[in-house]
């Protein structure tokens, strides 16, 4: 089923907002129209030129013009910017245009968005609100991201917000409760690899490998790599047999890998996703 004719908002333009709007502007979905805030205009700019959307002038008009507002700010920037959407609702004549809100800020609870609203709407109005974790990824396309929902956002709600993060991510839904462990593991995950590609990297230099082929080496292992975990074939495979299946007795990757077992590299990444985890919650 195509996604419906609506306009889609960005309260902030950063690396996460650019990734999805590029998800959307890529696809070339007919009938949607993009519109942006970012409350620095060099940013806002950027994002308008490079990606050919719409930008607006402030919270309100993104809030009075969209039919789905992307609240894509900083964790402390959360509550103002709802103030604001809240202020704007208030005004509304046209209580049918009131738009879903979808926030992919870490760490704050949609119990936290619905509260600051009801703080400031003078209507007890039925808010739709969305959370997402999306990752960087999304930029490539390759994101992954889980999502979550108020109990005012209906069947059909679900399956448009759902179909627009598709474009960027794969998406699945998933109780609000396993929401800081998402943030700890996909959504700093990228980073993580990132450290992990830099030391191949760097590891193939220090053998005399030019720095392009060493990143061409990595790039193309950690891309196939993680094919062959998803691949019909092996991805019911675990991930010890996929190991053991590289590694013969006495060989170079026995020898590569009591290395990393000797530095732990199982208890680092832990304890980096258990740090992550405990700073998610924490966010607001």
């Known amino acids: 089923m195509p996604i419906k004719k609506i306009s889609i908002g960005f309260i902030g333009a950063g690396n996460m907002a650019y990734g999805l709007i590029k998800g959307i502007t890529r696809s070339k979905s007919i009938g949607l129209k993009i519109f942006i805030y970012d409350t620095d205009p060099s940013r806002a700019d950027f994002v308008k030129n490079a990606l050919e959307v719409n930008s607006l002038n402030s ?18 920037s959360v509550e103002s910017v709802v103030e604001v959407a809240a202020g704007t609702l208030n005004k509304l004549k046209n209580r049918n245009n009131i738009p879903v809100f979808v926030s992919i800020a870490g760490g704050v609870k949609i119990d936290f968005i619905e509260n600051i609203f009801k703080k400031t709407l003078k ?11 999306p990752n960087i990824n999304s930029l490539a396309g390759k994101g992954m991201g889980a999502m979550c929902y108020n109990a005012g956002t209906s069947e059909e ?77 092996f991805s019911k495979t675990s991930t010890k047999d996929l190991k053991d299946m590289v590694t013969s007795p006495g060989g170079t990757t026995a020898y590569g890998l009591a290395k990393l077992e000797e530095g732990r590299i199982k208890y680092v990444l832990d304890s980096a996703v258990n740090a992550a985890y405990l700073r998610a919650k924490g966010l607001v």
């Open 59 to 76: 919270i309100g008009e993104v809030v009075e013009n969209c039919d789905i507002v992307f609240i894509a700010v900083k964790p402390y």
């Open 157 to 233: 709600d679900i399956a448009e917000v759902a179909k627009i993060i598709e474009l960027s991510s794969k998406i699945i839904l998933l109780d609000e409760k396993y929401f800081d462990a998402v943030t700890a593991l996909s959504g700093s995950g990228p980073a993580y690899i990132f450290l992990i590609a830099e030391g191949l990297i760097e590891a193939g230099v220090k053998l005399g490998l030019p720095k392009d082929t060493a990143k061409e080496l990595t790039v193309q292992t950690i891309l196939g790599s993680a094919e062959l975990l998803n691949s019909p074939e």
């Open 123 to 133: 209507n007890n109005l039925a808010l739709k609100i969305f959370r997402i974790m």
